[in-house]
């Protein structure tokens, strides 16, 4: 609770020596960018962004676009690339030109001056006129403009080794046919076994019961309030806590915390389903199981209704960048954010699925993945994504997913029931919020 209260009182202090300061001049006129001007401009990166910036840089239709603009990635690891731009927004000064925001942070950073309005001074709307309308609208400030254009998203859905899975009788129509959670309850008992015959449990269902906890919930990212309430409708939140009490009280998870050692090594061996965002298969391939190329395959949730949302980026211009360097940045933005190539590159370089809705039916969306084994993994996503309701984001959800994050966790060692740390979460969040 203090971690979280502390979060909050940082965020509006930073909210107010930001805006008495630096916030964007309405009216101020932005020099154009000048075509004979050779530009170098940081852009602030986290996760696979690096890799997708330099491969984006690399082709043809950049470089006859751009052919003065250079792109310097400012690498970083998730927690520190938004830890510093909480920082650097509440100074007013070092962020980057341009700066990839995640899903999860958008909802704080518009609205509190510390992006550029793209609406009024530039053609943000037509940029976005094709993007996914739920990823476009979190990034609205409370007078509907955009600070902010999506350039990936991604659908919830689960992975599964389906070599692991028909090792113990589960066969891969089975798993993809998964209608709901008490389909895959009756699944988990069985991926959960001793493959060895030593008398110990070796290989589990998933990693972790958190990888479940925030899927009925649009990956933690949005959707906390109904009619001004916190963590309503209750039936929703208790829902995905009853969720988590189940996993662990069958022991049908392995206890492995997300991105630990034994969990990356675990995909091989010790857990047969990863719950998590279409993102994942970049990973997966690029790094973490680049051996288990063909043995992977993924799935919709086990649901009635398998749509959410789990994670998605932003690329935006901070009201900080310099006047000279905003059209360009602008440009940029445009350009990452709506361009064919520039999606497209993304989506072969590392998985980032395509927020532009016309690239659906290109011929790509049907191209077989070879990491998956040739499933046409791609439309399935797109399929999803068209269904994706909007989610409403506030300057709040930082905060309620850490008290959220207690709640689960009370849960899962056995410190509260389901009803107990639903009510506290409650408790702790009306505390926050007024």
């Known amino acids: 609770m203090k971690k979280a209260l502390l979060v909050l009182l940082a965020l509006i202090t930073a909210t107010t020596v930001f805006a008495n300061g630096q916030k964007e001049e309405k009216g101020k006129s932005v020099p154009a960018m000048d ?5 170098e401009l940081n852009i602030g990166c986290f996760g696979d962004f690096e890799s997708i910036v330099n491969a984006i840089q690399a082709t043809d239709d950049w470089k006859k676009t751009f052919p003065n603009v250079k792109l310097v990635p400012q690498p970083a690891d998730y927690g520190g690339h938004h830890n510093r731009l909480v920082t650097v927004f509440a100074a007013g000064d070092g962020a980057n030109t341009l700066e990839y925001v995640d899903f999860g942070y958008i909802g704080q950073f518009v609205s509190m001056g510390y992006l550029t309005n793209l609406s009024d001074k530039y053609n943000a709307e037509e940029v976005v006129k094709n993007s996914a309308k739920f990823a476009v ?6 007078e509907g403009k955009l600070e902010a254009m999506p350039v990936d998203l991604a659908p919830s859905v689960i992975y599964y080794n389906v070599e692991l899975a028909e090792a113990s009788g589960v066969s891969q129509a089975q798993m993809e046919s998964m209608q709901t959670w008490d389909d895959f309850y009756a699944i988990a008992a069985k991926l959960t076994r001793d493959t060895d015959g030593d008398g110990a449990i070796d290989q589990w269902a998933i990693p972790h019961p958190t990888d479940i906890s925030d899927v009925p919930l649009n990956g933690g990212k949005g959707n906390w309030f109904k009619n ?3 963590f309503e409708p209750k039936a929703k939140f208790m829902g995905a806590l009853n969720m988590v009490d189940k996993v662990r009280s069958n022991g049908w998870d392995a206890n492995f915390g997300q991105w630990s050692g034994e969990w990356t090594s675990g995909i091989y061996k010790s857990f047969v389903i990863f719950p998590t965002g279409a993102w994942m298969l970049g990973h997966l391939q690029n790094w973490m199981a680049p051996d288990l190329a063909g043995k992977i395959r993924v799935a919709k949730l086990p649901a009635k209704e398998p749509v959410a949302s789990n994670g998605g980026s932003y690329i935006t211009v901070p009201t900080s960048t310099p006047d000279d360097l905003k059209d360009v940045a602008f440009k940029v933005a445009a350009y990452l954010a709506s361009n064919d190539n520039a999606q497209k590159t993304a989506l072969k370089a590392s998985g980032a699925f395509p927020v532009k809705t016309t690239l659906y039916k290109d011929s ?9 084994g040739g499933q046409k993994a791609r439309e399935i996503f797109a399929e999803l994504v068209l269904k994706i309701p909007a989610n ?6 930082a905060a309620l997913l850490s008290v959220w994050r207690t709640a689960v966790s009370n849960i899962i060692n056995g410190e509260a ?10 408790k702790e969040a009306l505390v926050l919020i007024q």
Do not use: C, H, W
């Open 417 to 426: 029931t389901v009803d107990e740390a639903y009510n506290a979460a409650v």
């Open 364 to 372: 790509i969306m049907s191209e077989p993945v070879e990491y998956l």
């Open 392 to 397: 409403e984001v506030t300057q709040f959800d």
């Open 228 to 230: 001004g309430k916190p």
């Open 35 to 39: 075509p004979n001007k050779m530009y």
């Open 137 to 142: 609208d979190n990034a609205r400030n409370f």
